[in-house]
């Protein structure tokens, strides 16, 4: 069975910090690349960052550039998201996938991720 399970998430301060992990089984981690999206009330979902655990090579979107980064440990089969100053707009529910397609994964389109975890949610406050 399939699984990618969200924690990490919480509520934090402006300017502060938070490392979301997303653990993932029940396919092949290291033929995946693995996605953050989030999604916040009454918006469309968006992607964030994304990560290919064939090669490493990572993507952001211009929103989080500079502040979050993206990490894997292909031995516990998960990806981390550290999000530092964090702001208002952050706040979200975050949400991992993963898409055996690396490049198609960059492209950030939802439908196109074929395995998706229930989600974290983050909460800024001002």
């Known amino acids: 069975e399939v699984q990618l399970v969200e924690s990490g998430g919480g509520l934090v301060q402006a300017g502060g910090s938070l490392r979301l992990s997303c653990a993932a089984s029940g396919f092949t981690f290291d033929d995946y690349a693995i996605g953050w999206f989030r999604q916040a009330p009454g918006k469309e979902r968006e992607g964030v960052s994304c990560i290919s655990n064939s090669d490493g090579s990572t993507y952001y979107a211009d929103s989080v550039k500079g502040r979050f980064t993206i990490s894997s440990d292909n031995a516990k089969n998960t990806v981390y998201l550290q999000m530092n100053s964090l702001k208002p707009e952050d706040t979200a529910v975050y949400y991992c996938?993963?898409?055996?397609?690396?490049?198609?994964?960059?492209?950030?389109?939802?439908?196109?991720?074929?395995?998706w975890g229930q989600g974290t949610q983050v909460t800024v406050s001002s």
């Open positions: 996938a993963a898409d055996k397609n690396t490049a198609q994964a960059m492209g950030f389109l939802p439908h196109e991720y074929d395995y």
